[in-house]
């Protein structure tokens, strides 16, 4: 059996992590999102609420499962049985570190990384940029899935 990881801080979803989740569900066994859990780093939504979005998002593929993970990405996989790890490559520019970090992995463990190219549609898409780009006002509602795009207008104006 075929498994992988989606590993990520998902802060929150968008789109385009969407498409990719949906793909690698078609081309592994069993597939899980991972979210990093980072006490240094405070997002905009709590891992929590990261969870439930990712649950609500994925739950038309059974063979995907959401799960946090804190340490070494590698060393999750190991205790997990997941021997590939996946990432989207929207651009050029994410290739350098996304190479860096696959290569560091690979020679910590065994474990393989996988690149997917990102639909070119959403090849500009960053939870960073949504989450600029909704604080100031601007429409993000085709760039999320809706349930994150309502839980994203609910955290801002709460806040
Ligand atoms: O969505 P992000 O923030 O780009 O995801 C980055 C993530 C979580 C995949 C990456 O930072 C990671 O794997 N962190 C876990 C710590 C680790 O294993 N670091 C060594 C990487 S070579």
Same mark, same amino acid.
């Given at each position: ?10 802060? @929150? ?18 597939? +899980? ?10 997002? #905009? ?12 998002? +994925? ?10 993970? =804190?340490?070494? /990405? ?6 997990? *049985? ?5 990432? *989207?490559?929207?651009?050029? =520019?994410?290739?350098?570190?996304? /190479? ?6 690979? *020679? /910590? ?6 690149? #997917? @190219?990102?639909?070119? *549609?959403?090849?500009?898409?960053? =939870? &960073? ?14 760039? /999320? @899935? @809706? ?10 104006? &709460?806040?």
């Amino acid at each position: 059996m075929t498994h992988a990881v989606c590993p990520g801080s998902f802060d @929150p979803p968008t789109v385009g992590h969407l498409d990719i989740f949906g793909r690698v569900a078609a081309l592994f066994d069993r597939v +899980t999102v991972a979210v990093l859990v980072n006490p240094a780093k405070k997002g #905009l939504f709590q891992v929590d609420e990261r969870l439930q979005m990712l649950r609500e998002i +994925t739950a038309g593929w059974p063979n995907v499962t959401v799960d946090t993970f =804190s340490g070494l /990405l590698v060393d999750y996989c190991s205790a997990q *049985g997941i021997g590939v790890i996946v990432k *989207g490559l929207r651009a050029v =520019s994410d290739f350098d570190y996304e /190479l860096q970090m696959a290569q560091m992995n690979a *020679g /910590l463990t065994q474990v393989e990384t996988v690149f #997917l @190219p990102t639909a070119p *549609g959403y090849s500009f898409i960053s =939870s &960073s940029l949504v989450k600029q780009v909704a604080t100031y006002g601007g429409d993000v509602s085709h760039l /999320l @899935p @809706p349930v994150v795009f309502t839980a994203l207008q609910a955290k801002l104006a &709460s806040s």
